[in-house]
């Protein structure tokens, strides 16, 4: 299916590695994604996919042994994923969330030392700034660090952090000062003495995709572990989130694009009162508004990340508006598919009914939609 990127001014190499990623979707994730919801298990199979094909080195400068392609092509390489598996689509989009804090914040000798392994696809990150107490107000987290001589020591939990259990490192968020609320990021890597993977949740949606509480029970690092400066790690989350929000945007797109997709294909051959149910209007007015919402939010998608690769001020705010009309548009675009296909849309037999359970995420995650509203009031008002 043509799409309106074709006529986007987005240089050819790009276009070509997309394609290649469409390509390998279709012929390898596809085929995978409903065991993979079934099952509930991570796809390590799709992991050594993208890494073989270079698309998870996307997130990645070239010094350190990524494409260095940018934040528009990383994106619609999600979208691309997500068209198919959002499960899958996330393990790209992790492998941006858990390591852009070190790109953007962390010394030269961190960088070096840890992102080379993961733009190979040897390592896998974590982002854990979320709490039981403190998920869109991380001024109320508890997990502390104390410092010890070269060393810090850390205690407390995190909950709802993806690729808990299987991460070869964590980005881990604590309170270094409580009176004046200063957090500082840390890098944990999995083997440390006193890390623990508390309860999976059971999820709606993204199922091949672990979800988890990591505990830390006097878990001590060395001080070279610190990203960037010490009581300053809510700018580091702050910024990092900044540019990650554009991957759920990006899943949202694909989620949305491939079940107006799936729809659009099953209202051609379902025949009702001797005609392909296409021909119905009301079908045919679901379908044009499904098409219309989703090529709106790929526009607004595609913009906010050409302001992100430019370092543009007006960013923050685009990729805010990107999230929060994305995934809206991906809830209200799966429930319509599955309307479209009736009682097939209701069973997992068919796509539809797992590609709505995953789209609900996306309103959830990477701060929630109401969170966005925020952001992008208070951007308004300056």
Request: hydrophobic fraction near 45%.
């Amino acid at each position: 299916m043509q799409t309106a990127t074709d006529v986007y001014a987005i240089p050819r190499e790009l276009l070509d590695f997309r394609d290649s990623i469409r390509q390998i979707v279709v012929e390898r994730i596809a085929p995978r994604a409903a065991e993979i919801d079934a099952s509930g298990e991570y796809p390590w199979d799709v992991r050594r996919l993208l890494a073989e094909q270079d698309v998870l080195g996307l997130p990645f400068a070239e010094e350190y042994g990524g494409t260095g392609t940018g934040t528009l092509m990383l994106q619609m390489a999600v979208e691309e994923i997500a068209k198919a598996c959002a499960s899958s689509a996330l393990i790209l989009m992790i492998q941006e969330l858990g390591t852009l804090p070190i790109a953007l914040y962390g010394s030269d000798e961190l960088k070096a030392r840890v992102l080379p392994k993961c733009a190979s696809g040897e390592w896998s990150p974590a982002f854990a700034l979320s709490e039981p107490e403190a998920g869109s107000d991380p001024g109320a987290m508890r997990t502390t660090a104390v410092r010890d001589g070269d060393e810090w020591v850390i205690n407390g939990a995190k909950n709802w952090i993806t690729n808990s259990g299987i991460a070869d490192f964590y980005v881990v968020f604590a309170v270094t000062d409580r009176e004046r609320r200063r957090i500082t990021a840390f890098v944990v890597e999995q083997d440390r003495p006193g890390l623990s993977i508390g309860k999976l949740e059971h999820k709606l949606g993204i199922k091949g995709s672990p979800t988890g509480s990591p505990v830390f029970d006097d878990v001590r690092v060395p001080h070279e572990n610190v990203i960037g400066e010490v009581g300053r790690g809510l700018g580091v989350a702050l910024g990092t989130l900044q540019r990650t929000r554009l991957g759920a945007a990006a899943q949202a797109v694909g989620i949305a694009q491939g079940a107006t997709d799936y729809a659009n294909a099953y209202a051609a051959e379902r025949i009702a009162f001797g005609a392909p149910i296409n021909e119905l209007q009301a079908i045919q007015f679901k379908l044009a508004d499904m098409e219309t919402g989703t090529a709106a939010a790929r526009e607004l998608l595609y913009k906010a990340c050409t302001l992100a690769d430019r370092a543009d001020p007006q960013a923050a705010k685009y990729s805010s508006m990107a999230k929060l009309f994305a995934s809206d548009n991906a809830m209200k675009v799966t429930v319509e598919a599955v309307q479209v296909l009736g009682g097939y849309g209701y069973v997992t037999e068919y796509p539809v009914e797992r590609m709505m359970r995953d789209a609900k995420i996306t309103q959830i995650y990477e701060g929630t939609n109401e969170i966005q509203r925020v952001v992008i009031a208070r951007a308004m008002r300056t």
